[in-house]
């Protein structure tokens, strides 16, 4: 029992081993906290890298886009109080879609929670209806049991009863033939 213990270990350990990924921690790449409030260019991330994100918060946006928005900000200038409104309203948006999936996804997790409660509701009351399922079943099997018992003694009282009726037929006659042979 212990060699094949020992032998299911050494299996695991070997398969999680062959099958698992080497990491190496140089290849790690760290994007610190003070990167929020840079200004500039956005970092550039690479494909089948990894990264640690030490910031509050990470928005990606595609290349296309970002070159789009840099060509805006070039043709229109900073100083152009139309980009400026686009710009910030377009920001305004951002948040509130931000915003808005923040709540949605409030939203799925209380749902989810809802579900979760209905679900241990449902199972408790299919519980409970199995046990009285159960309960009226053993009760069926002592009821029917219990008649079985009742048509054998019935059966049996019959019997004596047919029985008895004949003996007493019996007597009936053996008294008569005794009065009939004595008179």
Do not use: C, H, W
């Not at 929020?36 to 928005?59: E, H």
């Not at 449902?122 to 099997?141: H, P, V």
């Not at 009282?157 to 042979?181: D, H, P, T």
């Amino acid at each position: 029992m212990m060699k094949k213990l020992y032998s299911f270990f050494l299996f695991i350990l070997f398969v999680s081993f062959s099958y698992g990924q080497e990491i190496d921690l140089s290849s790690v790449i760290e994007i610190p906290s003070a990167y929020a409030d840079q200004i500039g260019d956005p970092l550039i991330v690479k494909k089948d890298s990894l990264y640690v994100f030490r910031t509050p918060d990470v928005y990606l946006v595609n290349k296309k886009y970002y070159l789009t928005l840099i060509k805006i900000s070039e043709i229109a200038g900073t100083n152009d109080d139309v980009t400026q409104t686009l710009i910030e309203n377009y920001k305004k948006t951002l948040r509130r879609n931000i915003d808005l999936e923040s709540k949605l996804e409030n939203n799925f997790n209380q749902t989810d929670s809802f579900d979760k409660i209905m679900y241990e509701k449902t199972l408790s009351t299919i519980n409970d209806t199995q046990k009285s399922l159960d309960s009226t079943i053993n009760r069926l099997e002592k009821a029917t049991s219990n008649l079985d018992v009742i048509k054998e003694n019935t059966r049996k009282q019959r019997r004596k009863s047919a029985f008895e009726k004949i003996l007493f037929a019996l007597g009936g006659v053996g008294i008569g033939v005794l009065v009939g042979v004595s008179l």
